[in-house]
């Protein structure tokens, strides 16, 4: 992965990558693995042997995500980006500099950033969905400027769970779980570990990464729908197979319907045909302007 010249003032303080916390070639690497795991007419049968769909560097990148979200590392990340003290950009100009992240393989076949949240927001679109749902489908992947900031890809993205209590085998590769420093804590091991029944997701910290991130840049300008849709949409665990229900309450089970929405939109709208930017595009800085002021905290 590279990125162009351009934003280098964006890019002052980012630390360099060392080689072994990025083993995706691109972080499209880890949405295409998902994308194959949920294969439209999978077998609950071909579903279980996910594993053999996660190449070495798919399988790399979620042992050292599994190894390094602990408790503290969620609760640093967040107090390091959620007080949005980044400065002051609009929409456009993080889109813009998310695009910076240039994929190494091949640009004919491979989509932007901008253009896979522009497929997913024309494919909301279509089906006729308001348009908080079309802007939700635009914004959702933007958190992925945390790449751009200097953090490893573990910490930005790959599948989302709770820390502080037990892990879920319903979480992919669950046996990497076991060099988290956490699992060694009898006190984060338990059925709720540190939080109540049903305390609301609100409450729990899940592993940090691109979905809370966007979720505290844009909360206040959006539909709470909207904000379940961009917070939990790497949280498959719970959304596609049920787990930490013991966790959620009742408004996080209702919220729940829109995150299962969002998600096909988010999986299935990359094999469809490029879209074309420069048609669509007065129809986005519309929808955009019309929930955002010009410059947002970031
Ligand atoms: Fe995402
Ligand atoms: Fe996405």
């Known amino acids: 992965m590279k990125q162009t010249e351009e934003h280098s003032s964006l ?27 949920y294969r439209q007419g999978k077998s609950e049968e071909e579903f279980r042997n996910y594993k053999a769909d996660a190449n070495p560097t798919v399988t790399e990148f979620y042992r050292q995500n599994h190894k390094y979200q602990t408790l503290d590392f969620v609760l640093e990340k967040k107090a390091e980006y959620c007080g949005l003290k980044r400065g002051q950009k609009s929409i456009w100009e993080m889109a813009d500099y998310l695009n910076t992240l240039v994929d190494d393989s091949d640009p004919d076949t491979d989509v932007t950033q901008i253009e896979h949240l522009l497929q997913t927001a024309e494919a909301i679109r279509k089906d006729g969905h308001p348009r908080w749902f079309v802007l939700a489908g635009f914004l959702h992947d933007l958190g992925k400027v945390l790449c751009l900031y200097g953090e490893p890809q573990w910490a930005v993205v790959g599948d989302t769970f709770p820390t502080g209590c037990a892990y879920s085998d319903q979480v992919v590769f669950p046996e990497f779980f076991a060099a988290n420093p956490d699992s060694g804590k009898p006190e984060y091991q338990t ?74 939109y988010d999986l299935y709208s990359k094999g469809r045909e490029r879209p074309n930017t420069k048609e669509i595009l007065p129809y986005y800085r519309e929808l955009v302007s019309e929930f955002f002021p010009d410059k947002i905290d970031w």
């Not at 990025?22 to 795991?37: G, I, M, Q, S």
């Not at 539909?223 to 049920?242: I, K, V």
């Open 11 to 37: 890019r002052e303080n980012r630390a360099p990558l060392k080689e072994h916390q990025a083993p995706l070639k691109e972080l499209d690497e880890w949405d295409d693995f998902v994308a194959t795991r």
């Open 191 to 264: 059925q709720y570990g540190i939080y109540e029944p049903h305390c609301g997701l609100d409450n729990v910290h899940l592993s940090f990464g691109h979905d809370e991130y966007i979720f505290r840049v844009t909360e206040k300008y959006l539909p709470e729908e909207a904000q379940y849709m961009l917070r939990y949409h790497s949280f498959y665990a719970a959304h596609r197979h049920g787990a930490y229900r013991q966790l959620m309450n009742e408004h996080d089970n209702a919220m729940f319907e829109w995150v299962r929405k969002f998600n096909p």
